[in-house]
């Protein structure tokens, strides 16, 4: 899984949400003046982990080099931006510098609260001073630039953070001028949002300062380990299981009212028929007499937990219809509460039909978009029959592409993060008769090699994976074993480079306690080599068919972190091999090239890819309006013109996708349901790498099929009809 570290992600442009779980509130959301005895307790055993090579794959002792790292990482989560706290502030932390490792050790994190309490107060002063700048006026006549990435920059003067925040709420207010919005709705919309992101720190709790902190210890000791408290790691559990236990509704807050987003499809909510997406919901009761609480102005974790629980037990909600003012009479709906699978979350399949060519028929490929490696381990482990799990509904879509006799299978990792190294495995073994799919070593050297134990294969016709940088972890274990058995192409750019390792530590295992206290740690514990025993750690998995990367390698990806495990290699675990693409791939590029060339929306995505490259590589924009003007005239121009284009050409085209612009609101100021239509459009658009994709194996199957002496020396392999891809 790719991590997400920040406490709370304010930008200078004050335009990215925080996290979920900490915009909103109720009770005990001032964080104490210190931790608690369990979180005392919690930092000393933190400690004995990531110290103890028992455990941690790469400890390192707690001293004070690592106590210095550790102020720099919390600092960075606590303002990534530098756009808070002042370098007076950043010196006077100085005095913690070699004493943060004592105070773990010892259990005395005081610390991380005073720092805190600062930057509170900055964030305070801040916002009260980004609120009087709308009193006033603009020039946006001037030749102005913000200077919008931070990431590099020394913490500033005050001088200098007025300046920058004069122009934060310029370009603030200029995106909504541009949009067509007056001054006076402007004001409106910019003082709310900034009090919403005030309110959004000062609801913190003591646990998330808490869990932040050691999060800047292990950050700084490995990027993909991380504590997390009891809630934390609930909600993680859940991710990975692909199903909850509620009422079945996406919710997030908006204001000070928790907002349905999206209801999910078989959940008690959808079958209800009566909650819809911008329903607000204003009072939670149990059962069918409990206490309907008031809960406007909660944090919406706090919500959530008190509609979550057991299946077959009830909950009450008093709600408001999306299109009646919030001090309406609300409803009263009364929903039994289920298990809910996470249908978006799981792998979906679609066909696509790749035209006729000068030298092949139609071909009919099947394609299964898997965007997570999930599986629910508690229903696993108590034998449930229909447990979630990837591998399953991949076999059974594989099963049905069988039946409709498909003549190739595109499996879709692009920002696939990872999930369960098991199904990773498993799934792999779909393809493969038996044999090794990745080398684990331990932190001791010790290499266990985690094996495909079925014989047989779901699906032995063509195969090609498709990646991006997003797939990570378990996506790349399946791409590089799928590459080192040849036994498929892999398309698209160079995955993440995640090789490592992890597995949920539960700090309550030890104590035993009933009831959960200290949290979990979800910690490196291994890397994991590819059959071949190559490493995809930093590197990641290479194309054998290469697109444009979307995203530059130097800004995302593992080698990004500067604590990041280096490549290297072991030895190869032995493993047959079904076929060498390498005599394929000049003729499949050159093919994919002038095809590409002809395609207007690859085209277009490709050009969209590096635009998007060079204005981020200018690390600012400019605060003039005729410019800006200009460039979203041109923007516009542009999209009309493709829109006629799509129309000349007989494609399929959606209104909601072609006439978005920008409105310069934050995603939770938007009109809700029309949010969720326009994402339910962008799902259905058309994909033009996934046809691409689908067309380069369309490619293969008819030069092996039109080719013996090719088809023999790139499939030699006809075990199992593993290999044998000839027509």
């Not at 307790?41 to 400890?59: C, E, F, I, Q």
């Not at 541009?178 to 709790?205: C, F, H, M, Q």
């Not at 009479?329 to 066909?351: F, G, I, M, W, Y």
């Not at 047959?576 to 060339?597: C, D, E, I, K, M």
Request: hydrophobic share 40%; no cysteine; proline share 5%.
């Amino acid at each position: 899984m790719i991590r997400n570290r920040p406490l709370v992600v304010l930008s200078i442009a004050l335009v990215l949400a925080a996290p979920l779980a900490l915009l909103a509130g109720s009770s005990d959301i001032v964080p104490s003046s210190g931790p608690t005895p369990d979180q005392s307790t919690t930092a000393r055993m933190v400690h004995g982990l990531l110290s103890d090579s028992r455990y941690a794959y790469r400890p390192r002792a707690l001293d004070d080099a690592l106590s210095r790292e550790i102020l720099t990482e919390y600092l960075k989560t606590l303002d990534p931006g530098k756009v808070f706290m002042t370098a007076q502030d950043v010196a006077g932390f100085q005095r913690y510098a070699t004493t943060l490792d004592d105070a773990i050790k010892s259990g005395r994190v005081d610390p991380a609260w005073t720092i805190f309490s600062t930057y509170r107060q900055r964030v305070e002063d801040r916002i009260g001073y980004a609120r009087g700048l709308l009193k006033g006026e603009f020039d946006f006549t001037r030749d102005d630039r913000y200077q919008y990435d931070r990431e590099d920059a020394p913490w500033a003067e005050p001088a200098a953070l007025d300046t920058l925040w004069r122009q934060s709420v310029k370009n603030d207010w200029l995106r909504l001028k541009l949009a067509g919005k007056p001054a006076d709705e402007i004001r409106k919309t910019l003082d709310k949002r900034y009090a919403n992101l005030l309110t959004s720190v000062r609801e913190l709790k003591g646990e998330e300062v808490f869990q932040s902190f050691l999060n800047a210890y292990a950050g700084s000791i490995d990027p993909h380990t991380d504590y997390m408290t009891p809630r934390s790691a609930e909600n993680f559990n859940l991710s990975m299981s692909n199903s909850l236990e509620g009422i079945g509704a996406v919710l997030f807050r908006q204001d000070d009212v928790v907002v349905v987003r999206e209801v999910v499809p078989g959940g008690p909510a959808a079958r209800s028929g009566r909650l819809k997406p911008g329903d607000r919901i204003v009072g939670v009761g149990q059962g069918t007499s409990g206490e309907m609480k008031d809960v406007i102005g909660w944090r919406i974790d706090d919500v959530v937990a008190l509609i979550r629980g057991a299946a077959d037990t009830q909950v009450r909600l008093d709600t408001v219809p999306a299109e009646a003012p919030l001090d309406s009479k609300p409803l009263t709906l009364q929903l039994t509460r289920a298990k809910v699978r996470l249908e978006d979350a799981r792998a979906k399949a679609e066909t696509i039909i790749v035209p006729a060519g000068r030298d092949a028929p139609a071909r009919r490929i099947g394609v299964i978009k898997l965007p997570g490696f999930y599986q629910d381990f508690e229903a696993r482990r108590r034998n449930e029959a229909n447990y979630a799990s990837a591998t399953r509904d991949v076999a059974k879509m594989l099963g049905d592409f069988r039946a409709q006799k498909v003549d190739g299978v595109v499996l879709d990792l692009r920002g696939n993060g990872g999930g369960s190294l098991t199904e990773a495995v498993e799934l792999t073994g779909l393809f493969i008769d038996k044999g090794p799919v990745v080398q684990v070593r331990e932190s001791g050297g010790r290499v266990n090699v985690q094996y495909d134990q079925d014989a047989g294969v779901a699906w032995d016709g063509p195969l090609a994976v498709l990646i991006n940088r997003g797939s990570a972890s378990a996506s790349e274990i399946v791409a590089g074993a799928i590459k080192d058995y040849g036994r498929g192409l892999v398309i698209g750019e160079t995955t993440f480079g995640k090789g490592t390792v992890q597995t949920m530590v539960d700090l309550d295992r030890w104590p035993a306690n009933e009831k959960p206290r200290f949290g979990e740690v979800k910690l490196t514990v291994a890397q994991f080599f590819r059959p071949d025993g190559s490493s995809t750690q930093n590197r990641g998995v290479a194309p054998d068919v290469a697109f444009p990367a979307s995203v530059d390698a130097a800004e995302f990806g593992e080698s990004t972190y500067p604590n990041a495990l280096p490549w290297t290699r072991i030895a190869a675990a032995p493993h047959p091999r079904y076929g060498n693409f390498a005599p394929l791939l000049v003729q499949l590029q050159a093919r994919h090239q002038a095809r590409s060339a002809k395609d207007v929306e690859f085209q277009w995505w490709a050009e969209d890819v590096n635009r998007f490259r060079e204005e981020q590589a200018k690390k600012s924009i400019s605060l003039n309006e005729a410019e800006r003007r200009a460039e979203r005239d041109k923007f516009d121009a542009q999209r009309k013109q493709r829109a006629e284009i799509r129309a000349n050409l007989g494609i399929e085209r959606d209104p909601l996708l072609e006439s978005r612009a920008d409105d310069g609101l934050a995603a939770d100021e938007r009109n809700v349901a029309e949010s969720v239509a326009r994402e339910e459009a962008a799902k259905k658009a058309t994909d033009p790498l996934l046809r691409e994709s689908a067309a380069i194996l369309a490619d293969a199957v008819a030069l092996l099929g039109k080719d013996a002496a090719l088809a023999a020396q790139v499939l030699p392999v006809t075990r199992n009809g593993a290999g044998h891809w000839a027509d």
